[in-house]
């Protein structure tokens, strides 16, 4: 390991790569707009929908080496796929391949009771490539039966590969589609989509609460006490406290540029630049004030 990663780690900056393959993207787009401005198609999967995958994973039937199912969203900003939840539909691969329609269409109009926005956008399988079931799922989800209505950017359903064998250092999630040819209609052509995870500020506060619940039980535990319920755990102070200790490990990876002890970071650099211009710079009195001012406000009411 040379000096340089070392002393990211130590930090917990990224991890410089080397110049890494980019995702074979397709632009499906340039086949069907014909406006001057297009732009390549591209995913983005909310952790909740990652998360009900892996659960029906783990639940899966005895015997079962995949579980299959279906994923909702929409799309925003143009040529982005947004993909919010999904749910497993009950399938049996053996020498013929069986999958229960009538479910799929059960469990859509639930969930669209709940969040009518939410439409189908694709499909979803474990694995790690894509096999010859595959195309008679995708058969599925290209009809009407599905329910998947095709747009001009998104002509087909987007198919998520989840790679639940752990075999990699990485947990390998994938988006492909499927883009038909002149050469023959019936061919199957998968295409990998440019794909990213993206949390919500809600969900990053609640993975970061129960981040907090175990570290607390982990330590009870190591001195021999009963654990803590993490309903007993404030929140308010634990996020208090962890924007503290954020806050000293910059000052100290700043200080240790300065000294020279450390090679800084252009982008570390310019995105702790842009937080501190983000917000104006107040006082300790003017917050005082503002404090003071509010809580008599709340007193008169």
Known sequence: MSAETASAAMWGLPEKKSKATPPKSFNIASRVLKSSIEQPLSCRVHPVAVLKILDAYVRRPEGAKRIIGTLLGWISEGSVVDITDSFPVVHKETDTVLMDQDYHKQMLALRQKVSPREVVVGWFSTGVEINATSAFFHAFYCTKESQFT????????????????????????????????????????????????????????????????????????????????????????????????????????????????????????????????????????????????????????
């Open 150 to 301: 095709a747009t001009a950017v998104l002509p087909g359903p987007v198919h998520l590969l989840v790679d639940t064998s752990l075999m990699g250092q990485t947990f390998g999630i994938k988006a492909y589609v499927n883009v038909r040819t002149s050469v023959a209609e019936s061919l199957l052509q998968f295409h990998e989509v440019p794909l990213q995870v993206q949390t919500s500020a809600a969900e990053k506060a609640g993975i970061s609460q129960l981040m907090q619940a175990r570290r607390a039980n982990r330590e009870a535990t190591n001195a021999g006490q009963a654990p803590k319920d993490i309903a007993s755990l404030d929140g308010f102070e634990g996020g208090l406290k962890e924007l503290l200790s954020l806050f000293r490990r910059i000052q100290e990876y700043v200080r240790a540029v300065q000294s020279g002890k450390v090679t800084g970071d252009l982008a570390v650099g310019r995105g702790l630049t842009s937080a501190l211009c983000s917000e104006p710079v107040i006082d300790v009195e003017a917050v005082e004030n503002l404090c003071t001012s509010s809580l008599q406000d709340a007193l008169m009411v």
